[in-house]
């Protein structure tokens, strides 16, 4: 099985994402705000993902956890996307210490 945690977070435009943010978190779409972000915070899509790992590991299932969202063959928007599973990755650490690995993989959507 597959679970698409996150889903269309990275804006396309820089009017739409949170200033000096390199994952290009939508801040807004079609002038609506982001409320997720707004009442979150600004690490709600990784939050996102350790609830879903935590899930995933106490049900002892095997789910892979996924990122999807579109135009991501543009260098800016893969950049972005690249940089938000990089903080995914370095968001949580196991009793160790160790990082945790929060995603499993990305979904390229396309119509």
């Known amino acids: 099985y597959d679970w698409d945690v996150g889903n269309e977070a990275i804006a396309d435009g820089a009017n739409?994402?949170?200033p000096d943010d390199?994952?290009?978190?939508?801040?807004?779409?079609?002038?609506?705000p982001n409320l997720f972000l707004e009442h979150a915070g600004d690490d709600?899509?990784?939050?996102?993902?350790?609830?879903?790992?935590?899930t995933v590991d106490r049900l002892g299932a095997d789910i892979k956890l996924?990122?999807?969202?579109?135009?991501?063959?543009?260098?800016?928007?893969?950049?972005?996307?690249?940089?938000?599973v990089d903080s995914m990755q370095r968001y949580a650490t196991d009793e160790a210490g160790a990082p945790r690995s929060l995603i499993d993989g990305l979904g390229f959507q396309s119509h």
């Open 16 to 18: 739409e994402w949170v």
């Open 44 to 54: 709600y899509v990784e939050y996102a993902f350790l609830c879903a790992r935590n």
């Open 66 to 84: 996924f990122y999807n969202d579109y135009n991501l063959f543009m260098a800016e928007k893969r950049a972005a996307a690249l940089e938000l």
């Open 22 to 32: 390199p994952r290009h978190l939508r801040s807004s779409r079609g002038g609506a």
